[in-house]
């Protein structure tokens, strides 16, 4: 258990539809990272949060969005989901800037 | 803009053997470098990191990275390797000067270990 939990596992939904992964960042992180894992396209950054602000965004499209709470969890939600969305979603934390990320297990999305 | 890149998509080596999985980076002022590992259905987990200091970095299960500034690579080594080391294998850069220090991983390496 690397103490970031990440949920659900595995998630199926159709084309159009809208869905929410969550992550619980490791006790004491205050930064959250959502990465998109894909064959095509590699392991890419979507969007940073730092105690519950907004610090970087990457490759992050338009129909997605995040938030981080109070409590220091996060969501990442898709919406309008295509075909191209399926991939595996990460969540990572860290303490520091130079610090290494503690991924969780990530998110496997499929959109049928 | 920072960059690494890892030539090759697959590494195969016997156990027991010395394994290296090689990576180049492309960045300006001094480096900051990263390996992860992944094993199969879980996330990245980190393996060790060159700040500054001494070129050859230790890490976690017996891994090791050699820093070289002329050549531009920062090498990931292991002495005898073991089949559990089956795994994909990630070099990462942050991005300093940016300010995000948000790291640009590669592609990844296959790395397989033969009984």
């Known amino acids: 258990d690397s103490g970031v939990t990440q949920t659900p596992k595995h998630l199926i939904t159709a084309t159009g539809q809208r869905v929410t992964l969550r992550c619980s960042p490791r006790s004491g992180d205050l930064s959250v990272y959502w990465y998109q894992q894909s064959l095509d396209q590699g392991l890419q950054f979507l969007i940073q949060y730092y105690n519950g602000e907004e610090r970087a965004k990457g490759n992050i499209l338009e129909r997605f969005s995040a938030q981080q709470f109070p409590d220091l969890h996060s969501e990442l939600n898709l919406s309008s989901l295509e075909l191209g969305d399926s991939a595996l979603y990460f969540c990572?934390?860290?303490?520091?800037?130079?610090?290494?990320?503690?991924f969780g297990s990530g998110t496997r999305l499929t959109v049928v | 803009a920072q960059s690494v890149a890892q030539p090759e998509d697959q590494v195969n080596v016997a156990e027991g053997n010395p394994l290296t999985v090689k990576c180049t980076y492309s960045v300006s002022g001094n480096p900051y470098l990263f390996w992860y590992v992944q094993y199969p259905n879980r996330g990245l987990q980190f393996l060790l990191k060159y700040i500054t200091g001494d070129n050859l970095v230790k890490g976690s299960y017996g891994f090791e990275a050699e820093f070289n500034k002329s050549q531009t690579s920062f090498h990931l080594k292991k002495p005898s390797a073991l089949v559990s080391d089956s795994a994909l294998y990630f070099c990462?850069?942050?991005?300093?000067?940016?300010?995000?220090?948000?790291?640009?991983f590669g592609r990844g390496t296959s790395l397989i270990v033969h009984p």
């Open positions: 990462a850069v942050p991005d300093i000067s940016g300010g995000s220090y948000i790291p640009t």
């Open positions: 990572a934390s860290s303490s520091g800037k130079l610090h290494g990320y503690t």
